[in-house]
């Protein structure tokens, strides 16, 4: 039986400029024939990912639990061997050899050619295996020969090298069990084969109404110049706006099991940590200056059998507009709850439905309410490892 758990949540952020694009301007995007505001997929995620690290610092979380994105593999590596006794220049040298042998080469800043996701296990387990066969990493087994073009030398040293060496390193990259991974994914240009297809899909978020893009006017002051000097020493400009936000993200609760090498108790964990930090964790961007710390008001999460996702975001096509005196968000709110009743009335399937409702918004007998977010993920995950 295929489970999928959806969360959907309205957040309505105060004055602020969360995300930008390569202008410094909050990004949008045209939704329904009006312009919204738009949160990309990307930095909701990172959020997340972030939210797993304090997860991690209060212990809820251990530090193997996580992966970490990087182009400084090496430098990891070699801390890692240098805390096993080796000397510093034999391990690096080593730790070339075999990421040569994985056709992960490194340049000559020490640094890979792309970024690499990859579980704190599969970085413990690759200094293992280097410590363990020390003796056998040679530079003759992944030596690149005279005038080979790059992708071609990379494959002559992977071919080069110890073919035990290969086959225990091949084995350790198995995303190392860890959550972000296993939820997110990850593409491994040179190794396909350990490419992992994400558990979770998160949306974009847009605003459920049009918004226009507002300028905040700034200058600021020499503390330090003449008393009779006049005018400001600084001047500019800041784009922001404030927006209610839909946001959706869904779970393949059978591929993060699967991911995550079948431990279910580990999947749990990683679940509730998810849909936690989708409701808690925020975008950080030019919370300095905005300090738009709103928490959402409305979070309904679905188990869902043997059925499609669904993302209502189609409740908004036509942009809310309220009226004086009216709550944006519990408009909002209620929008959706209809797009909710109206898919399952013609789609149908079985589902289990929590809902946190700050707003006192009409859920005309959709799902459960609960009183607190905690409440709602306790009953989330019964209802997804029944």
Not at 97 to 112: F, H, I, R, Y
Not at 283 to 305: D, I
């Amino acid at each position: 039986m295929k489970t999928i758990i959806e969360i959907h949540a309205l957040q309505n952020f105060a004055p602020s400029n969360l995300n930008r694009d390569d202008t410094g301007a909050p990004k949008d995007a045209l939704f329904g024939g009006t312009r919204r505001a738009r949160v990309s997929s990307q930095c909701l995620k990172r959020s997340v990912r972030q939210y797993f690290q304090g997860l991690v610092e209060q212990n809820a979380l251990a530090s193997d639990d996580v992966a970490f994105r990087t182009k400084r593999i090496l430098d990891a590596l070699v801390k890692s061997l240098v805390e096993k006794g080796r000397g510093e220049a034999e391990a690096e040298e080593k730790a070339r050899l075999a990421l040569g042998a994985m056709e992960l080469t490194v340049k000559e800043d020490g640094k890979s050619e792309y970024l690499l996701f990859l579980g704190q296990r599969e970085l413990s387990g690759i200094a293992g295996i280097i410590h363990e066969k020390w003796d056998t990493i040679t530079a003759s087994d992944a030596a690149p020969m005279e005038g080979k073009k790059p992708g071609k030398a990379k494959k002559q040293a992977a071919q080069s090298a110890d073919p035990e060496l290969k086959k225990a390193l091949d084995k350790v990259f198995n995303g190392g069990k860890a959550l972000d991974v296993a939820l997110f994914g990850r593409m491994l240009a040179d190794m396909p084969e350990k490419n992992q297809n994400a558990a979770c899909q998160v949306a974009h978020a847009i605003s459920t109404h049009s918004v226009e893009r507002e300028f905040d006017f700034y200058t600021a002051v020499d503390d330090l110049k003449p008393e009779d000097s006049a005018g400001a020493d600084m001047i500019g400009t800041v784009e922001f706006n404030s927006a209610c936000f839909y946001r959706y993200a869904v779970i393949d609760w059978e591929k993060l099991v699967e991911n995550l090498q079948n431990d279910r108790e580990l999947a749990g964990k990683g679940l509730r940590a998810f849909l936690e930090g989708f409701v808690v964790a925020e975008p950080t961007g030019k919370q300095n200056t905005f300090a738009a710390h709103n928490p959402p008001e409305f979070v309904a999460v679905t188990v869902r059998h043997n059925a499609a996702p669904r993302n209502f975001a189609n409740a908004f096509e036509t942009a809310i507009r309220v009226k004086k005196d009216e709550s944006l968000t519990r408009k909002s709110a209620e929008e959706l709850v209809k797009k909710a009743q109206t898919l399952q009335v013609a789609f149908g399937g079985e589902e289990h439905t929590f809902i946190l409702n700050l707003i006192d918004a009409k859920l005309n007998g959709l799902g459960t309410t609960l009183p607190a977010l905690k409440d709602l993920l306790d009953k989330a995950l019964v209802a997804a490892q029944e």
